[in-house]
T-cell receptor, first 113, second 116 residues
């Protein structure tokens, strides 16, 4: 059965700290790994990773995929209270090529002032 | 513009009611998705439409009936729901992935559904 596992499930840090969120997967026919940030409502897209070892960066956020280890990390440097959210990792794959995303449980990040 | 809109934002319905959720995107995406998200859980895929045709039904009960009237619109018709169907219903869209390439999915704000 395809699965995506995130760790830790929750994390509390102080502003200015750096955090690393982990995502591991066992998914047949892997095509891509995506990171989303979810606050109150819709998940907002952060990164899509398809190639191993190539870091994607957006401001204080960065992410990298390791296809050999079947995993990805999301780094957030100099955290701010506005980074408090649930971070979802999702993998596109499976037996049919239809864009199906398999989500991990999410990591709840709380950044304290 | 990466906006997906959903209406209504909130919906309360009885178990005998019939209602519909609506989703719209104008990004030219040809794949559209319905997800269900329960509290403190990740989204779960329900349906995928590609080029207005249903391509995935994740064994969803028939009381949920999707419809894609055109490439910009996606509806979810609800009938005889149960209280356990109460959840956040998310719509998403993406470029069509059937070519073997991957494209990110953009999510709408969701409809918070309560079944009484």
């Amino acid at each position: 059965e395809d699965k995506v596992v995130q760790s830790p499930l929750s994390l509390v840090v102080h502003e200015g700290d750096t955090v690393t969120l982990n995502c591991s997967y066992e998914v047949t026919n892997f095509r891509s790994l995506l990171w989303y940030k979810q606050e109150k409502k819709a998940p907002t897209f952060l990164f899509m990773l398809t190639s191993s070892g190539i870091e994607k960066k957006s401001g204080r956020l960065s992410s990298i995929l390791d296809k050999k280890e079947l995993s990805s990390i999301l780094n957030i440097t100099a955290t701010q209270t506005g980074d408090s959210a649930i971070y979802l990792c999702a993998v596109e794959g499976g037996s049919s090529n239809t864009g199906k995303l398999i989500f991990g449980q999410g990591t709840t990040l709380q950044v304290k002032p | 513009d990466t906006e997906v809109t959903q209406t209504p934002k909130h919906l309360v319905m009885g178990m005998t009611n019939k209602k519909s959720l609506k989703c719209e995107q104008h990004m030219g995406h040809r794949a559209m998705y319905w997800y269900k998200q329960k509290a403190k859980k990740p989204p779960e895929l329900m349906f995928v439409y590609s080029y207005e045709k249903l391509s995935i039904n994740e064994s969803v009960p028939s009381r949920f009936s999707p419809e894609c009237p055109n490439s910009s619109l996606l509806n979810l018709h609800l009938h005889a729901l149960q209280p356990e169907d109460s959840a956040l219903y998310l719509c998403a869209s993406s470029q069509w992935t059937g070519t073997g390439s991957s494209y990110e999915q953009y999510f709408g704000p969701g409809t918070r559904l309560t079944v009484t």
